[in-house]
C-alpha cells in the first residue's frame, strides 16, 4: 500500500538494505537527524585501515575450516563489532544487534552459539554475506577511487591562487578524459562492480531544526553501490576528497573552498595542524620568492618592533598595516607586468621607501 510511490508501512529491514534520502547539499542515512556532506564516507573510507577487518575475517575463516565450533560464533561476533565501527555502518547502527541479529544472538544464548556455528561450518555462508560483500567493496573502493582522485589532480595546482579561476570539476574530468568511467563500468572497475541501477522514491523531510526539503529516498545493498552514489552527487555539488600535501591522508574539499591542507593534527606535532603548518610554510616560500613580499615583510617586522616598543601605537600600526597591505598588491600586479629588470628595480625602491616613511601612514 503506498502513496505516490511511498510505501506506507515500513518494516524493520537487515542492514544490507540502507535507506538513503538524499537533499540539496547533504544526506541522512536511515533514520538519524544529523545531516552528512556529500563525500564524507568516502573521505572516511579512502583513510579506513582495512588490517583489523581483515584480521578478524580471517580468523573467523580459520575457525571455519577447522570446524571449531566453540569459537566461531566468538569470531563472527568480534567480525561484527569491527564493522559496526566501520565508516558508514557506525553512522546508523546504533546496536550489535542491528547490524546481525544472529551474531549478536550466538554472543548471548548457548544454544543458538551451537546451532549457528554448525551452519556456519557446515558451509552455509548466508551467515557472512555480508562480510564478504564489506571485504571486496572495501578493496574495490580503495584502489578504484585513489586511482580516480590522483588522476583528476595529477597536473593541477592544489591551491586556487587569488585571482585564480577555479576549474569547475567536469571540466577537469573531462581534461583528464575521466568521463567513460563516470558510468558504465564503474570507475575503471570490472564489470562486477558496474555502476548500480538504484530505484528513486522522493519523500518530505521535516526534521527539527531544519527547513523543511523535498529529498530523493534510495535503497543500497552493497556499501560500493552507495559509495558511487555519493561520490558522483558530491561531484555535481563540489564536494570532493582530497589528499594532505602535508600528511597524505584525504579530506573533504566542500564548495567554494581550496586547501592544500587538511585540519588534522599534523605528524610529529601534538597542536599544530597540517593547515597551520602548510600556511605558513607557503607564506615563508611566497616571501622568499617574491621581492615584493620580502620588502612589504621586512617593513612590517619595523614597525612592529617600534609597536611593541610603545613607540608606536596599536591604532597607528594597524592603519599601517591597512596601507602597506594596499600598496603591497598594487606593487605585485606593476611587478608581474614588468617588461625590464630595471623597471622591476624601481618598483621595488619605490615601494621600500613608501613603506619605511617616517610619518604615520
Known sequence: MGVLGKDIFNFRRCVEHTEVQFGAKRYWLEDISDPIPYGTVLTDLLNYDTKPYLQKFSALEQAITEKNLDTIPDHLFSLTEELVAMPFYRIFIRFLETADPLAYLASIDENAHRYIAEDIAAGDDSYLRLYYRVRDDLAVIQQQYTWFLDSFYEGTPFEKKKGQRKEPLAERMLQKFLEPYVSGVSLGASPDVDAP??????????????????????????????VYVEFMRGLQKGFIPKRCTNCGKWFLQTPGASYSYCTNIAPGEEKATCREIGAKSSFREKVRNNEVWMVHQRAYKKFFARTRKG???????????????????????????????????????????????EERL
Open 197 to 226: 541501477q538504484v530505484n528513486i522514491q522522493f519523500a518530505m523531510l521535516n526534521m527539527a531544526g531544519c527547513k523543511p526539503e523535498l529529498v530523493e529516498k534510495m535503497y543500497f545493498d552493497r556499501l560500493i553501490d552507495f
Open 311 to 357: 613607540k608606536m601605537s596599536k591604532a597607528e600600526f594597524e592603519r599601517w598595516s591597512r596601507r602597506a597591505e594596499i600598496m603591497r598588491d598594487k606593487a605585485l600586479g606593476q611587478y608581474d607586468t614588468a617588461k625590464s629588470e630595471e623597471e622591476k628595480a624601481e618598483i621595488i625602491e619605490g615601494l621600500r621607501i613608501k613603506l619605511n616613511r
